[in-house]
């Protein structure tokens, strides 16, 4: 009988609903090993997709329907278990167990049942976190077509401080990633920049067709690049009437035709991250190594003396090669104090580039349920949820390549007075797709 209890207990583990099918109900057995075996057959599809086929794989664990059936074939199988392990405690009939052995066949049934159930229970917890991020963060919008072999990616850093009449993007860049490839170029735009083209046949072109703010002004108290946003989405958002439906923003959709008619390309989608949540993202990933460029003090412009130096007993980020916390990092990406917006830009550029290449799937997965939580609150955009696993793809390609990198900066260019065709030149220069050589 010991012997038997063993058996059991092992054939259970291994192939749930064996146990019933040697010695207990053999239909219900039946029907459970076949479950097993199609639970199987799901993981061994599971694996190959990872494989040999991650987007896709990615597509399904981030549909909406998908992770619903996943949550509901955990629930099923988890209960099926907790019947299948207290039935075969039933089967071993303990009593006719050797005394020494009871315990320990006893403990494997109670172990098992523990450790099968505690995965489905965080597995539930997975899918559930990440059904919801998807659906707060990812649109149901439209699949776009790489346009001239690339996907181009506008990435705003809003900026709604108490002291901000309304959000004014903080930073602005264009991510450009080859659909081939996955090499990425990171395009920078000052904040700062003026009389900025709309792209030909925009809403807001037809309000500024010779440039914004270049004949009568501007909407708002200055006419730079960053007040787009402010100007179309508090003050003429009827230009955009369906943005909101189409998972965006007028202030957003505005500012991307701005972009576009800077840049001379076509963007097909947007991130937009709210900075003041910006270091709760980066600490839930653990935080980020960034090489400083240069030694900031932890304070505001307005704090500085006449002389330019901080009050006494202020916090320096210090030069070099240093891991930082949220808190940090985002300090570092948006100081001005001792600082110019073009050193600022290579700044948070720096931030973005290590973010890319230091947050790696595993780490993504270990801390997914608070990264997915603070993602919710950090991050917009209108990516459908149908393109993630393509994206997904891309950005482990990225990770892997040297990113180009071309910031739209003095002496390179005049911000007061951009000459618009030599940047679309420079665009043009920069994005410019390597064909492969031909073989004999």
């Not at 609903?17 to 599809?45: D, K």
């Not at 998908?66 to 089967?91: C, E, P, S």
């Not at 900066?409 to 940047?423: G, K, R, S």
Request: glycine residues 10%.
């Amino acid at each position: 009988m010991t012997r038997r209890a063993w058996v059991l207990v092992v054939l259970g583990i291994l192939i749930p609903g064996a146990a019933q099918m040697l010695a207990g109900n053999r239909r219900f057995g039946r029907f459970a090993v076949g479950t097993t075996f199609v639970l199987w057959a799901l993981a061994v599809i599971t694996t190959l997709l990872y494989f040999f086929a991650r987007p896709t794989l990615v597509t399904i664990g981030t549909n909406f329907f998908a992770l619903w059936v996943v949550q509901a074939i955990i629930v099923f199988f988890g209960l099926l278990w907790m019947v299948l392990a207290f039935d075969t405690l039933r089967l071993l009939r303990l009593a006719r167990v050797a005394p020494s052995a009871r315990a320990f066949v006893a403990g494997l049934v109670v172990l098992s049942l523990v450790v099968i159930g505690g995965g489905g229970a965080y597995g539930l917890k997975i899918a559930g976190t990440t059904r919801s991020a998807v659906d707060a963060v990812f649109s149901g919008g439209k699949i776009a077509d790489p346009v001239n072999g690339r996907y181009n990616i506008m990435l705003l850093g809003g900026d709604a401080g108490p002291d901000r009449d309304g959000l004014r993007p903080d930073s602005i860049s264009v991510v450009s990633v080859e659909a081939a490839t996955g090499k990425a170029t990171i395009i920078g735009i000052p904040r700062n920049l003026e009389n900025v083209p709309f792209v030909a046949g925009s809403p807001m072109a037809a309000e500024y067709p010779h440039g914004y703010g270049t004949d009568n002004g501007c909407q708002v108290d200055v006419c730079l690049i960053n007040s787009i946003y402010t100007e179309a989405e508090d003050i003429t958002p009827k230009l955009y009437p369906h943005a909101v439906a189409n998972g965006s923003r007028p202030g957003i959709e505005a500012t991307r035709d701005a972009a576009e008619g800077t840049l001379g390309i076509t963007i097909q989608y947007y991130v937009l991250i709210d900075m003041q949540g910006f270091s709760d993202l980066i600490d839930a990933l653990g935080g980020v190594t960034i090489d400083s460029i240069g030694r900031y003090p932890i304070a505001d412009s307005e704090s500085l003396d006449a002389n330019g130096n901080p009050p006494e007993g202020t916090r320096y980020i210090t030069s070099g090669v240093q891991h930082m916390d949220g808190f940090t990092a985002l300090w570092y990406a948006r100081i001005r104090a001792g600082s110019n917006d073009y050193d600022r830009m290579q700044r948070q550029h720096q931030v973005e580039e290590a973010i890319l290449q230091q947050f790696d799937p595993a780490n993504l997965l270990s801390k997914f349920d608070v990264v997915a939580k603070a993602g919710t609150q950090v991050v917009s955009t209108d990516i459908p949820q149908g393109m993630l696993g393509y994206f997904v793809d891309l950005a482990g390609k990225s990770r892997v390549l040297p990113v180009n990198k071309l910031e739209i900066v003095p002496p390179l260019i005049d911000v007061a007075q951009p000459d618009f065709d030599y940047i679309h030149q420079l665009v043009a220069k920069q994005l410019v797709i390597p064909t492969a050589a031909p073989t004999n």
